[in-house]
Nanobody, 125 residues
Framework: VQLQASGGGLVQAGGSLRLSCLASGRTFSTYIMGWFRQAPGKEREFVAAINRSGNMADYADSVKGRFTISRDNAKNSVYLQMNSLQPEDTAVYYC???????????????????WGKGTQVTVSS
């Protein structure tokens, strides 16, 4: 699967952004999808993941209550709605996927198989 993220940009603290990720292929609904981020000088970190049907989600503690992950399997797309953005959210955000053909891989949701190119999110204070 190939992944293309978009929607990044520059926003003031307290603002919102919505990231989108378009996946190629006809088996999108068999993948767990996720978002990760990497700030300058830091390691890449998990942000959020969503299961194949979209009825389960997992979030990093740092974004709980502010970010919402969702997906539209008919459009081969996953989204990350980011509200109440803070300067510490500044990072390159990556869309990622993990194959889950039998629906039993949710426990591995923070370990992804495929990665897209990132999109920059910059939050000014």
């Amino acid at each position: 699967v190939q992944l293309q993220a978009s929607g990044g940009g520059l926003v003031q603290a307290g603002g919102s952004l919505r990231l989108s990720c378009l996946a190629s292929g006809r088996t999108f609904s068999t993948y767990i999808m996720g978002w990760f981020r990497q700030a300058p000088g830091k390691e890449r970190e998990f942000v959020a993941a969503i299961n194949r049907s979209g009825n389960m989600a997992d979030y990093a503690d740092s974004v709980k209550g502010r970010f919402t992950i969702s997906r539209d399997n008919a459009k081969n797309s996953v989204y990350l709605q980011m509200n109440s953005l803070q300067p510490e959210d500044t990072a390159v955000y990556y869309c990622a996927a993990r194959a889950d053909p039998f629906g039993n891989n949710w426990y591995n949701r923070r370990r992804m198989d495929y990665w897209g190119k990132g999109t920059q999110v910059t939050v000014s204070s």
